[in-house]
């Protein structure tokens, strides 16, 4: 699951741990491409939270209210949704990861910013913060 653009840092144990650590990831990007909350459960911590804008308007809230958000409207609403890890560092027990995504909702594009930790020998993200980097969101049903 490493890419050429990933890395294991200095503390890092194994390969196999990165990967450990991207399959956490990829839960959470399947998760939210099809508004799937077990898999977003599974991804995150239960206190996690999330910190970010679209436009003027903040998203600093429990991660539970994303995954009700994307329950409602998963990100992959015209099979135009992309995501790519684009970087793991990891040191012991803390991991850092950058996820860039494409064609949420059809149009936004973000660049996500994901801490996990292990915890009780499982890697859980406890943190997502993201940057709105193109497109509009869907005008109100």
């Known amino acids: 699951m490493i890419t050429e653009h990933q890395q294991v840092a200095p503390g890092a144990r194994t390969i196999e741990e990165a990967d450990a ?41 429990p991660i539970t209210e994303f995954a009700k958000i994307v329950g409602e409207s998963p990100a992959d609403v015209a099979g135009t949704f992309r995501a790519r890890i684009t970087a793991i560092v990891q040191t012991d027990d ?42 509009e969101p869907p005008a109100p049903h």
């Open 21 to 61: 650590i991207a399959q956490a990831i990829q839960l959470y990007i399947d998760g939210m491409a099809r508004g799937d909350q077990a898999k977003l459960a599974e991804a995150f911590h239960p206190e996690a939270r999330m910190y970010g804008a679209i436009g003027a308007q903040r998203f600093d809230v």
């Open 94 to 135: 803390v991991a850092c990861a950058t996820v860039v995504e494409e064609g949420f909702w059809g149009t936004l594009s973000f660049v996500d910013f994901l801490t996990l930790c292990r915890i009780e020998d499982r890697w859980r993200i406890v943190s997502k913060t993201f940057a709105h980097t193109g497109g």
